[in-house]
C-alpha cells in the first residue's frame, strides 16, 4: 500500500493572544501531568539499580514486561473510553490511579524491607500486580493529552506541538532517572543508596501526581469552548463534521483496525516500543554494571547523568521532527520519522562494536538513537494520531498505536532480561532488524495526510 501525494496545503489559522494565552495554560500543567506519569512509571528502573540482588535483570524484565502488556491490552478499553467522557476526565483518572499505585509500591518496599530476610517476599508477584495497576491507570494519560490537544491544535500546527510533546516526554525521564536518582541520594545522606531508601522513587511521584491532579480538576478544559472561546474545524480526519456527537465504540474500532496508515503507523510504533525502551533501560543497567567492574570515564559519566542526556535527545528529537514535518513537508509525518529511523538503524549497527569501548562511543550513540526513537515517538503517537484519527476518535487512535509501542515493550523487556543475563553483544543485534522494519514500514505512507487517505 502506497499513499498518493497531495497538493492540498491547509494553512494553519491565525489565533488571537488571549486563545494562544489560554492554550497554553491548558497544555502546560497537562504536559507536566504526563512528564509526572513517566516519573510514576520508569521509576522502576532507578530502584531495580537500588534494589541490587533483591531485584535481579530477569526479575526486572518481568515486572516491566507484565506491566507494559497491561499497559497495551488497557488501550483497547480506555481509548474508547476516553472519546466517550473526554481528555480531562481520562487524565484525572490516570493521574490519581497511579498516584495510589505508586504509593501501594512504596509503601510494599518499606513492608519487605522490615523482614528478617526480604528475600523470601514475593517481590516479583506483588510488584508485577501493582505496576500493572500503576501502568493501566498509567494508559490514560497518552490517550487524554492527545484527545484534549486534537481540539485546540490546527493539523498545520501539530508538528509543534509533536515538538511540545517529545518535550515533556523527555521531561518526564529526566524526572524519572536523574531527579528519583537524586532523592533517593539526598535521603541516604550522601551515603551509599541503600535499598530502604528505594521506597521514596515511589513516594515523590505519587506525591506530585496527587498535586497535578488537583491543578488539572481546575484548569484543564476539553475544547476552546468550556474555555470561552469558539471551536474550529482542525483539518484532520474530522474535518467538516462540527458536532461534538461521538460514533459509537465498536464503528470507531473497526475504522482504526480497518485504516490503512493508522495500521501502518501501529507496526512501526511497535518496533519503537522494543528499540526506545531497549535502549532507556538497558544502557544504564550495562553502565552500573561497567563500573562494579571497575570501569569509569564515559560509563561514569552517562550513567550519572542519564535522565539529562535522555532529557536533552528527547528535546532535539521531538524539535526537529516536528519543525521538518510541518515546514518542509508539509506536515507530512512519515519523511521525517523515516529519515530518523534511518539514521537509528545505522547507529544500532554501530553500537556493536563499542561495546567493549570506554563507554563514550558508545554513549554517543544511545544518545543519538534516543533522539531517533523519542523524536519518531513523539511525532506518531503524538500528532499522527491526532491527523489521521481526527477530534472524534483522537483517543481511540493513539490508544491503537501507543497499544503497539508497549506491545514491543513488553517483548524487548523479557527478550533483553533473558539475553543480557547471558551476553550484551547480542543486545543491539537483537534490536537492529527492528530498526531496519521501521523505516521500510514508513516508506510505505512516505505522503500520507488525513486530506488524501480521506479521499481515498
Known amino acids: 500500500m ?58 526486572f524484565g518481568t515486572i516491566f514486561g507484565v506491566g507494559a502488556w497491561v499497559y497495551a491490552l488497557a488501550f483497547l478499553v480506555n481509548g474508547p473510553i476516553t472519546d466517550k467522557i473526554g481528555g480531562k476526565r481520562a487524565m484525572l483518572i490516570g493521574s490519581l490511579g497511579a498516584a495510589f499505585a505508586n504509593l501501594a509500591m512504596g509503601l510494599y518496599l518499606s513492608y519487605i524491607l522490615t523482614l528478617p530476610d526480604p528475600k523470601v517476599a514475593h517481590l516479583t508477584f506483588v510488584f508485577s500486580v501493582l505496576y500493572g495497576v500503576n501502568m493501566y491507570f498509567q494508559s490514560y494519560g497518552a490517550v487524554a493529552i492527545v484527545k484534549v490537544n486534537a481540539h485546540w491544535f490546527h493539523v498545520r500546527e501539530r508538528g509543534t506541538f509533536s515538538g ?23 535521603v ?75 495500521m501502518t503507523i501501529a507496526l512501526t510504533e511497535f518496533c519503537t516500543g522494543i528499540i ?97 526513537v523519542i523524536g519518531t515517538h513523539g511525532l506518531l503517537s503524538g500528532t499522527a494520531t491526532m491527523d489521521f484519527g481526527g477530534r472524534k476518535s483522537a483517543a481511540t487512535a493513539v490508544g491503537i498505536i501507543d497499544g503497539f509501542v508497549y506491545l514491543g515493550t513488553g517483548v524487548q523487556s523479557l527478550a533483553l532480561g533473558w539475553i543480557t543475563t547471558r551476553n550484551w553483544t547480542f543486545w543491539p543485534v537483537f534490536m537492529a532488524p527492528f530498526a531496519l522494519m521501521g523505516f521500510l514500514l514508513l516508506r510505505r505512507i512516505w505522503n500520507a495526510t488525513p486530506q488524501n487517505t480521506r479521499r481515498a
Open 2 to 59: 502506497s499513499i498518493p501525494s497531495t497538493e492540498h496545503h491547509i494553512p494553519a489559522p491565525v489565533h488571537s493572544a488571549a486563545y494562544e494565552r489560554r492554550r497554553l495554560f491548558n497544555w502546560f500543567p497537562l504536559g507536566l501531568t504526563y512528564a509526572l506519569l513517566y516519573m510514576g512509571r520508569y521509576n522502576l528502573t532507578v530502584s531495580k539499580t537500588a534494589l541490587g540482588d533483591l531485584m535481579s535483570k530477569a526479575e
Open 164 to 186: 511540545i510533546f517529545g518535550i515533556m516526554i523527555s521531561t518526564g525521564l529526566w524526572l524519572a532517572f536523574d531527579v528519583c536518582d537524586r532523592i533517593l541520594k539526598f
Open 188 to 262: 541516604a545522606g550522601g551515603g551509599p543508596v541503600l535499598p530502604e531508601h528505594t521506597r521514596w522513587a515511589f513516594f515523590a511521584p505519587a506525591a506530585l501526581l496527587g498535586a497535578f491532579f488537583l491543578i488539572e480538576l481546575v484548569l484543564l478544559k476539553d475544547r476552546p469552548s468550556e474555555a470561552g472561546f469558539e471551536d474550529f474545524d482542525t483539518g484532520d480526519a474530522s474535518s467538516g463534521d462540527v458536532t461534538h456527537e461521538v460514533p459509537p465504540v465498536s464503528r470507531i474500532i473497526k475504522q482504526m483496525l480497518t485504516h490503512p496508515v493508522i
Open 276 to 372: 526506545r525502551n531497549g535502549v532507556m533501560h538497558w544502557y544504564r543497567i550495562l553502565a552500573k554494571e561497567k563500573m562494579a567492574a571497575g570501569f569509569s570515564g564515559g560509563w561514569k559519566y552517562t550513567s550519572d547523568n542519564w535522565g539529562l542526556m535522555l532529557m536533552v535527545a528527547g528535546i532535539i528529537g521531538g524539535v526537529f521532527a516536528g519543525t521538518v514535518s510541518d515546514k518542509l513537508f508539509q506536515s507530512r509525518r512519515a519523511p521525517a520519522a523515516g529519515f530518523l529511523y534511518g539514521v537509528a538503524t545505522i547507529a544500532t549497527l554501530c553500537m556493536i562494536p563499542a561495546l567493549n569501548g570506554d563507554g563514550w562511543a558508545l554513549g554517543f550513540l544511545v544518545f543519538l538513537m534516543s533522539i531517533c
